[in-house]
């Protein structure tokens, strides 16, 4: 499984533009990037999922350059609600495989 | 639709104690896992089924061990709790097409061991 490193957090005011890099030096030639959201007391929630080049979805955009050894989620405009953990996945889609988790990216977001 | 379903949500055993945390699915999914989170902390994969009547370790199996009891059922024992298993415990089945996989968790059961 591709390994990945994210900020352990950032910061941001209310209507700003983030941006979250994750790094996967070794990602395999089958791996798919998802990004999942977790708030306080919940699972996580799926956000976004790609391949290669550009993912937008109603909730974020997942950018992803050609050689795919990172990638970025951007959440346009964040509000206080968007105050949560983001973990970056890498792994292959359509068999069964571990899951796994790192220690994701902690949002917060502030007036 | 009720999705991942968990129970109980919080627990308290004493030391030594057993117990079975329960997880079911209405989603059809073949893929279930269990993983733990404790405070601060990312989520550590304990264990997972890539389909009925299978059963694979995870990162940390030590203490725990799962049944695959249908497609709908994937439950973990705790056979004899102790103080580090305190966490909350979350149970996620996943669905794999083609090209997406998207994982849906439950609510999460929280344990303390004391």
């Known amino acids: 499984l591709a390994k990945t490193t994210q900020p352990i957090s950032m910061d941001s005011y209310e209507g700003q533009e983030v941006n979250i890099t994750c790094s996967h030096n070794?990602?395999?030639?089958?791996?798919?990037i998802t990004w999942y959201q977790q708030f306080p007391s919940q699972g996580p929630r799926f956000i976004i999922q790609?391949?290669?080049t550009k993912v937008t979805n109603e909730v974020a955009s997942l950018f992803i350059p050609a050689d795919r050894k990172s990638s970025t989620l951007s959440l346009p405009r964040v509000s206080l609600s968007d105050t949560a953990v983001y973990y970056c996945?890498?792994?292959?889609?359509?068999?069964?495989?571990?899951?796994?988790f790192g220690t994701g990216t902690r949002l917060q977001v502030t007036l | 639709n009720a999705g991942v379903t968990q129970t109980p949500k919080f627990q308290v055993l004493k030391t030594g104690q057993s117990m079975t945390l329960q997880c079911a699915q209405d989603?059809?999914?073949?893929?279930m896992y269990w993983y733990r989170q404790d405070p601060g902390m990312g989520l550590r994969l304990i264990y997972y089924?890539?389909?009925?009547?299978?059963?694979d370790k995870g990162e940390v199996p030590n203490g725990y061990n799962v049944s695959r009891l249908n497609k709908r059922e994937f439950s973990l024992r705790l056979e004899s709790a102790a103080p580090s298993q305190t966490s909350v415990y979350f149970c996620?089945?996943?669905?794999?097409?083609?090209?997406?996989?998207?994982?849906?968790f439950g609510q999460g059961t929280r344990l303390t061991v004391v």
């Open positions: 989603m059809n999914h073949n893929s």
């Open positions: 089924s890539a389909s009925e009547g299978t059963t």
């Open positions: 070794n990602i395999a030639t089958n791996d798919y």
């Open positions: 790609g391949y290669k």
């Open positions: 996620a089945s996943i669905i794999r097409g083609q090209k997406d996989t998207e994982a849906f």
């Open positions: 996945l890498v792994g292959p889609t359509g068999t069964a495989s571990k899951l796994t």
